[in-house]
T-cell receptor, first 112, second 115 residues
């Protein structure tokens, strides 16, 4: 089945640093989604990407849909303590009109 | 209430109990989902309802029984669960129409512990 690989698995950074994480797929996607999950809460949709090469921002977050359509990147600029959480990439599951496949997540820790 | 709400937020039950999880979406969406999130595993889709009809069931054991009485409400009925069913159960909703079908919005989850 389709695999989504996220890296890095975890990051430990200082406040103010920029962060970059990525997600790769074993097959082509037509949509990439990025979610953030805080402890004890459900995932929150950050950015949705629909076109190869697309670059979309949401405040300090920027995500890109890779040209090959098999990868996506999420960047966070000038990180702050509330950026702490787990970031997931997701895309439509093949052979399903409804399901999303999720990566295992990148855990981000930010120290003041 | 806004967004997607779930109750209860925490649930502890014995293996012989019967309980239900409730989800309500206030977004005017027409599709609802149940996911299971276990430690160190990706989110696993359990069930999908579109226009109140079950359209996907991902080989979920029969001890989990979903119910969707209308487009705003979704239930997950639980009976004779096993300790390995302990997990965070997440509800999500989306609007099935052209363009943004894949954007799913999640509730806060129910943390279930089976003793």
């Amino acid at each position: 089945g389709q695999q989504l690989n996220q890296s890095p698995q975890s990051m430990f950074i200082q406040e103010g640093e920029d962060v970059s994480m990525n997600c790769t797929s074993s097959s082509i996607f037509n949509t990439w989604l990025w979610y953030k999950q805080d402890p004890g809460e459900g995932p929150v949709l950050l950015i949705a990407l629909y076109k190869a090469g697309e670059l979309t921002s949401n405040g300090r977050l920027t995500a890109q849909f890779g040209i090959t359509r098999k990868d996506s990147f999420l960047n966070i600029s000038a990180s702050i303590p509330s950026d702490v959480g787990i970031y997931f990439c997701a895309g439509p599951a093949p052979n399903s009109g409804y399901a999303l496949n999720f990566g295992k997540g990148t855990s981000l820790l930010v120290t003041p | 209430e806004t967004g997607v709400t779930q109750t209860p937020r925490h649930l502890v039950m014995g293996m012989t109990n019967k309980k239900s999880l409730k989800c309500e979406q206030h977004l005017g969406h027409n599709a609802m989902y149940w996911y299971k999130q276990s430690a160190k595993k990706p989110l696993e889709l359990m069930f999908v309802y579109s226009l109140e009809e079950r359209v996907e069931n991902n080989s979920v054991p029969s001890r989990f029984s979903p119910e969707c009485p209308n487009s705003s409400h979704l239930f997950l009925h639980l009976h004779t669960l096993q300790p390995e069913d302990s997990a965070l159960y997440l509800c999500a909703s989306s609007h099935r129409s052209g363009g943004r079908d894949n954007e799913q919005f999640f509730g806060p989850g129910t943390r279930l512990t089976v003793l």
